[in-house]
């Protein structure tokens, strides 16, 4: 039986690598007494795996773990066990029992959303800002090799959506953009693309408070939470 | 939780941010207006090495379990860390609370080793406190240290209120419970309640002795200032473990850590009576806790942690009288969930090596094995009773199990060592390649020799000799060294012997160095046990600017009748005991382990009112 879970992952949280999350899973399952599969051979380890890397810094609402069980668990009960063992900055959003056939989580991630802050001089200037970048065809960047060699890349494409939101009077971008094995656009090269539309000076991109919001697929441009496809019926 | 101050940029510039955020599981914040008490437990090294010390996470433990107090945590911070800090001005703080260290009641550091004190020194800096306990007034906290460093913290007397000399789970709850005494009574001001301190055993105040040099600048005395203050300051043992307080949600780090598996303390103590060894004397008699005991831990650390791991731990794990019962208890109840054991401090005879096979049925990770010196006449001086023909039965027994890796570990410097006792330690480790290759085992053996250079401890019986010189050691290891390269197949590594010789310094040193301590500290001198960041020069600097010469120190040879610089800390065992221990080497004579009914008269069941206390009965 297989279980996809949503979690948070936020606070001092934020620090820790996807070898320490993978490890605190492991001793939470061990702690909530989920029926996790073992794998066979010489080092038997709990069939689980995350959905996509986040960067060490960036805080989360929408990560999402793989999980194989030996015995039969109800998904909410799952969900409860586990809120009870982990720290409140890690907290289950939501527990869905997986299809049998949906593929693996970490293969089927698409796109990313995320929520940044913007630096205040950028919040007038913001709407015309996007709506001017989003009509672009081509925002090229140049992009290392790993032979050492340069090539450019478009970007455009990979983003797939960029909107402005206020909270508590606060501006915030909410950005959907591509992370898949195909492309993966880095959270730096949105911030530089930014930077440079507004004809100012770059910024690390951990200034922005980056928290990401949720990950999906690609439905024909439009983005579709995990959490809405391979449920199981 | 309050956060960690700095901000996410600041952090993420950090090696490890995670070292200084907190948020670990079993983390407690205690905050309320029933804290009479803020202890912060400060580890003079990096989180890593703080967060796999099982005596903190006791302590942690403990604090947190009285009402009224609340126990934090502060780690060393890395020089990036350090670096930000003084940059921002902002005062090294608690992981739970972000309270900087001089607004906590107590701070507390847990000495294991001598190199840390210019990270005890960095943090009580950082913290924004004064480092002399003299510039202390009655706002600050009382800074006490603990471990086997307390046993000597002459050399860092200056800086510190108190000590604690033995077994904290009693002693420090008695003291923390005086305090809040005092303060509920609008009685406490600090000097009464130091007064009062000292006199609960285990604790020891500096500031009420005085140290007395002689003419020739020789140690003469240490006079009593303080009536309350006792000579000797006495021991605090814990007679009983099965009553004694023990962790049960320990701290659980994130990131990864030297140690992280469940922790069993199977007994503290140990009688085997090597004569190098401090923690052999610190820490007996030996006291034993039950398996069903050790069983009911065990299943409540499981479910408080989630590890998959126990390791089973003493200065001696082999010794302990129901290790067969217990292993075959644990491996019933857990292997089938997939939780693993591990052997701490193998012995090296082929019991402990049948056992060891039978814990790692699986996997089998590198042999540790410690015969100490190579050859027969050295074992004897310092009493590791082990002869050639057990060791060898022992290293066979390991190959035919399936063992390929094995490391041995040697000392050099040892009393009464010459040339043809590093030829022993060459020889041993020929003879055992040569079994291996006549066992016709699978594969190649991947033998290792590590050698560290002696350091003569206090309290012990090699107390009175000094370090061999600096040169004399070099010379020891590149002997050793040419001797193993003509040999082949062996990885043969040594011990950084500077780091040795300012161990040898310190660790029976007297009130004088504290200067060097500090000028060292001011030079820059911080995580000195670490390779990359100990710099002799610094040390070397400190010691001329001091007008010092360390190596009168390391190579100190003290007459028998001579008065000692800890002399007034008692370690259990008496110093005519030790004396005939001392007398015993010289002849290569053994003593047995007083378990097996010969009473050495070491001393400390009688002066002390605790004995031996085992689980089972005692086996040969």
């Given at each position: 039986?297989?279980?996809?879970?949503?979690?948070?992952?936020?606070g001092?949280?934020?620090?820790?690598?996807?070898?320490?999350t993978?490890?605190?899973?492991?001793?939470?399952?061990?702690?909530?007494?989920?029926?996790?599969?073992?794998?066979?051979?010489?080092?038997p380890?709990?069939?689980?795996?995350?959905?996509?890397?986040?960067?060490?810094?960036?805080?989360?609402?929408?990560?999402?773990?793989?999980?194989?069980?030996?015995?039969?668990?109800?998904?909410?009960?799952?969900?409860?066990?586990?809120?009870?063992?982990?720290?409140?900055?890690?907290?289950?959003?939501?527990?869905?029992?997986?299809?049998?056939?949906?593929?693996?989580?970490?293969?089927a991630?698409?796109?990313?959303?995320?929520?940044?802050?913007?630096?205040?001089?950028?919040?007038?200037?913001?709407?015309?800002?996007?709506?001017?970048?989003?009509?672009?065809?081509l925002?090229?960047?140049q992009?290392?090799?790993?032979?050492?060699?340069?090539?450019?890349?478009?970007?455009?494409?990979?983003?797939?959506?960029?909107?402005?939101?206020?909270?508590?009077?606060?501006?915030?971008?909410?950005?959907?953009?591509?992370?898949?094995?195909q492309?993966?656009?880095?959270?730096?090269?949105?911030?530089?693309?930014?930077?440079?539309?507004?004809?100012?000076?770059?910024?690390?991109?951990?200034?922005?408070?980056?928290?990401?919001?949720?990950l999906?697929?690609?439905?024909?441009?439009?983005?579709?939470?995990?959490?809405?496809?391979?449920?199981?019926? | 939780?309050?956060?960690?101050?700095?901000?996410?940029?600041?952090?993420?510039?950090?090696?490890?941010?995670?070292?200084?955020?907190?948020?670990?599981?079993?983390?407690?914040?205690?905050?309320?207006?029933?804290?009479?008490l803020?202890?912060?437990?400060?580890?003079?090294d990096?989180?890593?090495i703080?967060?796999?010390?099982?005596?903190?996470?006791?302590?942690?433990?403990?604090?947190?379990?009285?009402?009224?107090?609340?126990?934090?945590?502060?780690?060393?911070?890395?020089?990036?860390?350090e670096?930000?800090?003084?940059?921002?001005?902002?005062?090294?703080?608690?992981?739970?609370?972000?309270?900087?260290?001089?607004?906590?009641?107590?701070?507390?550091?847990?000495?294991?080793?001598?190199?840390?004190?210019?990270?005890?020194?960095?943090?009580?800096?950082?913290g924004?406190?004064?480092?002399?306990?003299?510039?202390?007034?009655?706002?600050?906290?009382?800074?006490?240290?603990?471990?086997?460093?307390?046993?000597?913290?002459?050399?860092?007397?200056?800086?510190?209120?108190?000590?604690?000399?033995?077994?904290?789970?009693?002693?420090?709850?008695?003291?923390?419970?005086?305090?809040?005494?005092?303060?509920?009574?609008?009685?406490?001001?600090?000097?009464?309640?130091?007064?009062?301190?000292?006199?609960?055993?285990?604790?020891?105040?500096?500031?009420?002795?005085?140290?007395?040099?002689?003419g020739?600048?020789?140690?003469?005395?240490?006079?009593?200032?303080?009536?309350?203050?006792?000579?000797?300051?006495?021991?605090?043992?814990?007679?009983?473990?099965?009553?004694?307080?023990?962790?049960?949600?320990?701290?659980?780090?994130?990131?990864?850590?030297?140690?992280?598996?469940?922790?069993?303390?199977?007994?503290?103590?140990?009688?085997?009576?090597?004569?190098?060894?401090?923690?052999?004397?610190?820490?007996?008699?030996?006291?034993?806790?039950?398996?069903?005991?050790?069983?009911?831990?065990?299943?409540?650390?499981?479910?408080?942690?989630?590890?998959?791991?126990?390791?089973?731990?003493?200065?001696?794990?082999?010794?302990?009288?129901?290790?067969e019962?217990?292993?075959?208890?644990?491996?019933?109840?857990?292997?089938?969930?997939?939780?693993?054991?591990?052997?701490?401090?193998?012995?090296?005879?082929?019991?402990?090596?049948?056992?060891?096979?039978?814990v790692?049925?699986?996997?089998?990770s590198?042999?540790?094995?410690?015969?100490?010196?190579g050859?027969?006449?050295?074992?004897?001086?310092?009493?590791?009773?082990?002869?050639?023909?057990?060791?060898?039965?022992?290293?066979?027994?390991?190959?035919?199990?399936?063992?390929?890796?094995?490391?041995?570990?040697?000392?050099?410097?040892?009393?009464g060592?010459?040339?043809?006792?590093?030829?022993?330690?060459?020889?041993?480790?020929?003879?055992?390649?040569?079994?291996?290759?006549?066992?016709?085992?699978?594969?190649?053996?991947?033998?290792?020799?590590?050698?560290?250079?002696?350091?003569?401890?206090?309290?012990?019986?090699f107390?009175?000799?000094?370090?061999?010189p600096?040169?004399?050691?070099?010379?020891?290891?590149?002997?050793?060294?040419?001797?193993?390269?003509?040999?082949?197949?062996?990885?043969f590594?040594?011990?950084?012997?500077?780091?040795?010789?300012?161990?040898?310094?310190?660790?029976?040193?007297?009130?004088?160095?504290?200067?060097?301590?500090?000028?060292?500290?001011?030079?820059?001198?911080?995580?000195?046990?670490?390779?990359?960041?100990?710099?002799?020069?610094?040390?070397?600097?400190?010691?001329?600017?001091?007008?010092?010469?360390?190596?009168?120190?390391?190579?100190?040879?003290?007459?028998?009748?001579?008065?000692?610089?800890?002399?007034?800390?008692?370690?259990?065992?008496?110093?005519?005991?030790?004396?005939?221990?001392?007398?015993?080497?010289?002849?290569?004579?053994?003593?047995?382990?007083?378990?097996?009914?010969?009473?050495g008269?070491?001393?400390?069941?009688?002066?002390?009112?605790?004995?031996?206390?085992?689980?089972?009965?005692?086996?040969?």
């Amino acid at each position: 039986m297989r279980i996809m879970l949503r979690f948070s992952k936020e606070g001092p949280l934020r620090w820790i690598s996807h070898l320490d999350t993978m490890r605190t899973f492991q001793k939470a399952l061990r702690r909530a007494a989920i029926p996790v599969a073992l794998s066979q051979g010489f080092n038997p380890h709990q069939k689980l795996s995350l959905a996509a890397p986040l960067s060490v810094g960036v805080a989360s609402r929408g990560e999402y773990l793989d999980l194989e069980l030996k015995q039969e668990m109800a998904a909410e009960e799952i969900r409860t066990r586990l809120n009870g063992v982990l720290p409140a900055e890690m907290r289950i959003l939501a527990a869905k029992e997986l299809d049998g056939k949906a593929p693996s989580l970490m293969a089927a991630v698409q796109l990313s959303r995320y929520r940044l802050r913007l630096p205040a001089e950028l919040s007038a200037e913001g709407p015309m800002l996007i709506a001017e970048l989003l009509q672009q065809e081509l925002l090229p960047l140049q992009r290392t090799t790993k032979k050492g060699g340069l090539s450019e890349v478009n970007l455009r494409p990979a983003i797939i959506d960029l909107a402005l939101a206020a909270e508590e009077g606060e501006p915030f971008l909410s950005a959907t953009i591509e992370t898949s094995s195909q492309f993966f656009l880095r959270l730096q090269e949105l911030v530089d693309l930014l930077a440079e539309r507004a004809g100012r000076e770059t910024w690390p991109y951990l200034e922005s408070e980056p928290l990401r919001i949720d990950l999906g697929l690609n439905d024909q441009g439009r983005f579709r939470s995990l959490l809405e496809c391979f449920a199981q019926n | 939780m309050k956060t960690c101050p700095l901000s996410t940029v600041q952090l993420a510039s950090l090696e490890k941010p995670a070292r200084y955020v907190g948020g670990e599981v079993n983390m407690q914040c205690k905050e309320g207006p029933e804290i009479a008490l803020r202890m912060v437990l400060a580890f003079p090294d990096l989180y890593e090495i703080g967060m796999s010390h099982t005596g903190s996470k006791i302590l942690y433990e403990l604090v947190n379990s009285l009402p009224w107090a609340a126990a934090e945590r502060c780690y060393a911070p890395w020089s990036d860390m350090e670096k930000l800090l003084r940059e921002s001005g902002q005062l090294l703080g608690s992981l739970e609370s972000a309270r900087p260290l001089a607004a906590f009641d107590f701070v507390g550091f847990s000495l294991q080793y001598e190199l840390c004190y210019t990270n005890l020194l960095n943090m009580l800096d950082l913290g924004g406190i004064p480092l002399r306990s003299n510039e202390r007034g009655e706002g600050m906290p009382l800074v006490i240290v603990g471990g086997p460093g307390a046993f000597n913290p002459e050399p860092i007397a200056e800086f510190i209120d108190l000590a604690l000399l033995g077994d904290a789970e009693e002693a420090l709850p008695r003291l923390l419970q005086l305090y809040r005494d005092l303060k509920q009574a609008g009685r406490y001001e600090r000097q009464e309640f130091l007064r009062q301190a000292c006199r609960i055993p285990g604790i020891y105040v500096p500031s009420f002795y005085q140290a007395q040099y002689d003419g020739e600048g020789a140690f003469a005395a240490m006079n009593v200032l303080e009536e309350a203050a006792s000579l000797p300051v006495r021991r605090a043992i814990l007679s009983d473990f099965d009553q004694a307080f023990s962790c049960s949600q320990p701290l659980l780090p994130y990131i990864e850590v030297v140690h992280d598996r469940v922790v069993l303390e199977l007994f503290r103590g140990c009688n085997n009576g090597c004569r190098f060894c401090q923690a052999g004397i610190l820490y007996r008699p030996v006291r034993e806790r039950s398996p069903e005991d050790l069983l009911r831990q065990a299943e409540t650390l499981l479910q408080h942690t989630g590890y998959d791991e126990i390791s089973l731990t003493s200065l001696s794990s082999m010794d302990y009288t129901q290790l067969e019962e217990l292993i075959d208890a644990l491996m019933e109840r857990y292997a089938e969930q997939g939780i693993g054991l591990a052997l701490s401090s193998l012995r090296m005879d082929t019991f402990s090596i049948d056992l060891a096979e039978k814990v790692q049925k699986v996997r089998k990770s590198g042999l540790t094995l410690a015969p100490e010196a190579g050859t027969q006449k050295l074992r004897d001086v310092i009493n590791k009773n082990l002869n050639e023909e057990q060791i060898m039965e022992a290293i066979e027994s390991a190959f035919k199990a399936g063992w390929s890796s094995l490391k041995l570990y040697f000392m050099i410097g040892l009393p009464g060592e010459d040339d043809s006792d590093l030829d022993g330690i060459v020889d041993l480790a020929q003879r055992i390649l040569q079994s291996y290759r006549r066992l016709k085992v699978k594969g190649k053996l991947r033998l290792s020799v590590s050698v560290a250079p002696f350091v003569p401890k206090p309290h012990t019986p090699f107390q009175w000799g000094g370090q061999i010189p600096l040169a004399e050691i070099d010379r020891r290891q590149q002997y050793l060294r040419q001797r193993f390269r003509q040999l082949r197949g062996i990885d043969f590594s040594s011990h950084d012997r500077q780091t040795s010789f300012l161990e040898a310094v310190f660790s029976r040193g007297d009130r004088r160095l504290s200067a060097v301590v500090l000028e060292a500290w001011r030079r820059g001198a911080r995580f000195d046990g670490w390779t990359e960041c100990f710099h002799f020069a610094r040390w070397q600097e400190a010691f001329a600017a001091c007008a010092i010469d360390p190596a009168a120190y390391a190579e100190r040879e003290y007459a028998t009748d001579a008065p000692l610089p800890w002399d007034h800390l008692d370690s259990g065992v008496r110093k005519s005991w030790l004396l005939q221990e001392r007398q015993k080497s010289v002849l290569q004579e053994t003593t047995p382990d007083c378990r097996y009914g010969t009473c050495g008269g070491c001393g400390v069941c009688m002066d002390y009112a605790v004995g031996n206390r085992f689980a089972g009965e005692v086996r040969r």
